[in-house]
């Protein structure tokens, strides 16, 4: 546990003075092969698959940040989840969250699966429906929380209670909040993904993602698949995401304070349905996030009556973009069922619980009034 107060952590984290040259910043170190000093011996690195200087200061920050013993930076969000399932054998079963980011859908039920690994996805907000999904051969639980877009909580203390019990795994995406305002491993989860391309990084002009580790074999074990499979996040847009977390809890006291002003407003609007935003008080889960939360974000969803309204919003807005992605200082809405769930069927879009009128929107940093404004006037052309 670190001494120092988050905002400090993340100016400082992994981010010491180059002992070479004391720059202040980062080097980036844009060489794939290195200098070996003897047989079989070198300076910490040979070869940049298995480890740069610039991503071994991001993987220092992203460990510090989450509390855990290692982190470890990938080419994408999705690589950190196909890492995640990496070391899973035929025959295990993992439990996933019902209503995740269709893109785990679909690399669990297309690639993974093909490998004889069992996945069932389930309610994970009810422990009950989690505890009838434990088989003898489960090895991982994986929950989104809060879920993307319908911003669903999952008890992450309960749920790591109940798999701990039975020695199972609990890993949990955490891209939503960030580790400013919800740290899993604090609560009981065992490894904790971001897709850092969102509010770690907040400018929207890098992909990436990480797995952090609470244990030693976490370490050894992400970092043979590293090594083995690739998929590492390249020593720019390692970079891009330090030069992020400088200013991370900044941002995000921003992003929050817009996104309850949003949030708000929006749950007055007639035109507006099934509002979902655990940060108001008559949330179903409000409790629930007030206990395991530092904040609630500024990612919401909402529902207006059919594909051909939400077509006409998405045409009227203006501060608003209307693009895929969330966690960067720009606002951003999109038609959930052709953007992050357009991967799946409708069938399966119905059992989630998201329709065709279903508006996901990312709070940016802008002037929450100018926010608002654009909001009303949008709705006004629905």
């Known amino acids: 546990?670190?001494?120092?107060?988050?905002?400090?952590?993340?100016?400082?984290?992994?981010?010491?003075?180059?002992?070479?040259?004391?720059?202040?910043?980062?080097?980036?170190?844009?060489?794939?092969?290195?200098?070996?000093?003897?047989?079989?011996?070198?300076?910490?690195?040979?070869?940049?698959?298995?480890?740069?200087?610039?991503?071994?200061?991001?993987?220092?920050?992203?460990?510090?940040?989450?509390?855990?013993?290692?982190?470890?930076?990938?080419?994408?969000?999705?690589?950190?989840?196909?890492?995640?399932?990496?070391?899973?054998?035929?025959?295990?079963?993992?439990?996933?969250?019902?209503?995740?980011?269709?893109?785990?859908?679909?690399?669990?039920?297309q690639i993974v699966s093909g490998y004889g690994i069992q996945i069932e996805y389930v309610d994970t907000s009810n422990l009950a429906a989690v505890e009838a999904a434990m088989k003898p051969n489960t090895k991982l639980v994986h929950i989104e929380t809060p879920s993307n877009p319908l911003m669903v909580l999952t008890d992450i203390a309960a749920v790591a209670k109940l798999a701990h019990a039975r020695g199972v795994e609990v890993s949990v995406d955490n891209t939503f909040l960030s580790p400013v305002l919800q740290r899993p491993l604090e609560l009981g989860a065992d490894i904790v993904m971001h897709s850092t391309t969102k509010y770690l990084n907040g400018h929207s002009d890098g992909l990436g993602g990480a797995l952090i580790g609470s244990k030693a074999e976490h370490k050894e074990r992400f970092g043979f698949v590293q090594k083995a499979a690739g998929g590492v996040m390249s020593p720019f847009e390692c970079f891009l995401v330090l030069r992020g977390i400088k200013t991370l809890p900044l941002r995000i006291q921003q992003h929050e304070e817009n996104g309850r002003a949003v949030a708000e407003f929006l749950s007055t609007h007639r035109k507006v349905s099934k509002l979902a935003y655990p940060g108001l008080k008559t949330h179903s889960q409000y409790d629930l996030a007030v206990k395991q939360q530092k904040g609630f974000g500024s990612m919401m969803s909402f529902e207006l009556k059919s594909r051909e309204e939400a077509s006409r919003f998405l045409k009227a807005i203006k501060i608003f973009i209307n693009a895929e992605s969330l966690g960067g200082v720009e606002s951003l809405a999109s038609h959930s069922a052709t953007t992050t769930h357009g991967s799946v069927s409708e069938e399966v879009r119905q059992s989630m619980g998201i329709n065709e009128g279903r508006i996901r929107l990312s709070i940016g940093i802008e002037d929450k009034e100018d926010l608002i404004a654009d909001l009303e006037q949008a709705l006004a052309a629905v």
């Open 1 to 109: 546990m670190s001494p120092y107060k988050y905002s400090t952590l993340a100016v400082h984290a992994g981010q010491h003075p180059d002992p070479l040259t004391g720059a202040v910043n980062v080097p980036l170190y844009l060489s794939s092969t290195f200098e070996l000093t003897g047989v079989g011996s070198d300076r910490g690195w040979d070869y940049s698959r298995a480890g740069n200087p610039t991503r071994d200061r991001l993987e220092s920050a992203l460990a510090a940040l989450e509390g855990g013993t290692s982190g470890h930076a990938f080419t994408t969000g999705m690589a950190a989840i196909a890492a995640l399932v990496a070391m899973l054998h035929a025959g295990d079963h993992v439990v996933c969250s019902r209503d995740v980011y269709a893109g785990t859908v679909r690399l669990f039920d």
